[in-house]
């Protein structure tokens, strides 16, 4: 079935600092990826769409500055916390979908990184 | 304003209880519905539905959407400890690309 990888699970880092996280698809090509924000015992809050070769939608909302997104290739998007500050300690989690079973398909979620800023 | 309200937000059941949850939706130009279930990290896709009045069924899972009401429901029978977890309803418009979830229903079975 369609993986999606997340990476790094966790991390830890101080105040200013910037964090980069990165989502793969690992067998199957997505010019789409989803990234969501969970609060604790929160439902998914969708962040921003990546969009391959162009430049990302944010929901309103978002910082496009804080919240940089890169979507390089087909398999591979960045999400970089820049200037991390403590509210931005949450649990990010990125999707995307198989192209292959169509519209309105079902979305596969990375594992999900768990960010602290100290 | 798109919106997903999941209900209720929180239930605890005893083992072999039978359970059911809760979808409703607001969306312009609904395309799908989806049922998730999350544990400690990533939502693990239970179920999608497009078309009024077809069940879907895995094991002691089934679900069902009504598009003229707006609605979905999820029900668990014979729910087990391995049940606990938040149950996530999604709903995708347009081309399919953009998913809304809903606040989610926190499942907890007793033993």
């Known amino acids: 079935g369609a993986v999606v990888s997340q990476h790094p699970s966790r991390v830890i880092c101080k105040s200013g600092t910037s964090v980069k996280i990165e989502c793969r698809s690992l067998d199957f090509q997505a010019t789409t990826m989803f990234w969501y924000r969970q609060f604790p015992k929160k439902s998914l809050m969708l962040m921003a769409t990546?969009?391959?070769?162009?430049?990302?939608?944010?929901e309103q909302g978002v910082e496009k500055d804080k919240f940089l997104i890169n979507h390089a290739s087909l398999t591979l998007s960045t999400l970089t916390v820049t200037s991390a500050h403590p509210e931005d300690s949450s649990f990010y989690i990125c999707?995307?979908?198989?192209?292959?079973?169509?519209?309105?398909?079902?979305?596969?979620f990375g594992n999900g990184t768990r960010l602290t800023v100290t | 304003e798109d919106k997903v309200v999941q209900s209720p937000l929180s239930l605890v059941v005893h083992e072999g209880d039978t359970v059911t949850l809760n979808c409703s939706y607001e969306v312009t130009n609904f395309r799908s519905l989806l049922w998730y279930k999350q544990e400690k990290k990533a939502p693990t896709f239970l179920f999608m539905l497009?078309?009024?009045?077809i069940e879907k069924k895995s094991g002691r899972l089934s679900s069902i959407l009504d598009k003229k009401e707006l609605f979905s429901i999820l029900n668990i029978t014979a729910t087990q400890t391995g049940d606990s977890a938040i149950y996530l309803c999604a709903v995708s418009r347009d081309t399919g690309n953009q998913f809304y979830f809903g606040t989610g229903t926190s499942l907890t079975v007793i033993p």
């Open positions: 497009t078309s009024s009045g």
């Open positions: 999707s995307a979908r198989d192209p292959g079973t169509g519209n309105g398909g079902p979305l596969h």
């Open positions: 990546s969009n391959e070769g162009s430049k990302a939608t944010y």
